[in-house]
């Protein structure tokens, strides 16, 4: 807890810290667990419903509420995830939604590019404020066969359109592959070089869906870490909010390269985002356990208190780390299950 002065008296301002001093300022909130591109390390079959198939995800009203309560609770960044986020029919009065609390001041979407020519503009007047893209390689034969989609120039146009409509950098995901893209860094580097695009490299990881893809190409990032040093990229400092990647610069470059390395040695200790469902579970890790439900106090009757005292609670049931180096992915079965 902290505390402010306000015309003379001091309000207490409620944080959430677990039980190993770790402060979160970061929620990935799913708002739907549906995708229409099928990449091999996440949905390579297409979407199937997970669980109950009559389930409804949150709506604008129900997300409203729960960003209130983290809002209240020092949250400071929502980043809507999914499967594909703009799916949802009513994207823009999500975004709404979760802007109407002036705290938060950092609201981003991670999405697969299939709409993002035609609707950037209209998310940002409605209050994104950041853009992740995923692009697993620049080669559009190659991207087609890891997502099961031909849209690479479309993609591509997306994040074209996405500068023209203001946004002065785009970050973009790239999951790492053995023998894939890991392979293709000089190209990778060639094309951040005179835009304002942060490529980060996703480690791959293993799911309860995706074990055997991820004994045949996980790689580790320190090999691009170390090439990137030798070539004189420098590593940045981090932000409270941002996220766990490591960031490194190069006078050279207007671009930048993140590394996000989930098996690295105390990659757990600067956590600092929780995760909310599309169907409003509250996740303390990625791979961790099913959820806390928070849905029967996403109703406007229900008690915003009692809300944000199942969040902080639950928070002190956060584990120091994942388990994913005992091969125990918790119960993620794929990456759009609870948001990646």
Same mark, same amino acid.
């Given at each position: ?10 309000? /207490? ?29 996440? *949905?390579? %079959?297409? $979407? ?14 129900? =997300?409203?509420? @729960? ?7 020092? /949250?400071?960044k929502v980043r809507l995830t999914g ?14 939604? @979760?802007?109407?609390?002036?705290? =938060? /001041? ?24 950041? *853009?992740? @893209?995923?692009?697993?390689? +620049? ?9 099961? #989609?031909d849209k690479f120039l479309q993609v591509?146009?997306?994040? %074209? ?17 053995? %023998?894939?893209? %890991? ?14 695009? #942060? +490529? ?18 996980? @790689? ?10 030798? *070539? ?13 990647? *490591? ?5 050279? $470059? #207007?671009?930048?390269?993140?590394? =996000?390395?989930? $098996? ?59 388990? +994913?180096? #005992? ?14």
């Amino acid at each position: 807890m902290s505390a402010s002065p306000v015309f003379g008296k001091v309000l /207490t301002v409620p944080q959430l810290i677990d039980a190993f001093a770790r402060k979160f300022y970061y929620l990935r909130l799913s708002v739907t667990d549906v995708c229409n591109f099928r990449c091999t390390y996440c *949905l390579p %079959d297409g $979407y199937r419903p997970n669980g109950n198939t009559n389930k409804s995800f949150l709506s604008p009203d129900e =997300i409203r509420r @729960v960003t209130r309560a983290f809002a209240e609770l020092g /949250t400071e960044k929502v980043r809507l995830t999914g499967g594909e986020p703009s799916l949802r029919r009513d994207f823009c009065d999500i975004i709404a939604a @979760v802007r109407s609390h002036s705290s =938060i /001041t950092t609201l981003a979407v991670t999405t697969n590019g299939y709409r993002l020519a035609r609707d950037i503009a209209s998310w940002r007047d409605a209050g994104l404020t950041a *853009l992740n @893209v995923s692009v697993d390689s +620049l080669d559009a034969r190659q991207f087609k066969a890891i997502t099961g #989609q031909d849209k690479f120039l479309q993609v591509m146009a997306g994040i %074209d359109a996405a500068f023209d409509a203001g946004f002065s950098k785009v970050k973009v995901n790239t999951v790492l592959m053995r %023998d894939v893209n %890991d392979i293709h860094l000089d190209a990778f580097l060639d094309w951040i070089k005179p835009r304002p695009i #942060q +490529l980060r490299f996703i480690e791959l990881m293993e799911t309860g869906d995706g074990a055997e893809l991820f004994r045949q190409r996980h @790689v580790s990032g320190d090999a691009i870490r170390r090439r990137l040093l030798a *070539l004189g990229w420098e590593l940045q400092p981090r932000g409270r909010t941002d996220g766990p990647a *490591l960031v490194f610069r190069h006078a050279d $470059y #207007q671009g930048e390269i993140g590394l =996000i390395m989930p $098996y690295a040695k105390d990659f757990c200790a600067s956590c600092n985002r929780l995760r909310v469902s599309a169907t409003g579970n509250l996740h303390l890790c990625l791979f961790g356990e099913e959820g806390i439900p928070l849905r029967d106090l996403l109703d406007g009757d229900a008690s915003l208190a009692a809300l944000k005292l199942r969040i902080a609670g639950g928070l002190q049931m956060k584990k120091q780390t994942h388990f +994913l180096h #005992q091969g125990n992915s918790g119960s993620t079965r794929n990456l759009s299950f609870i948001g990646g």
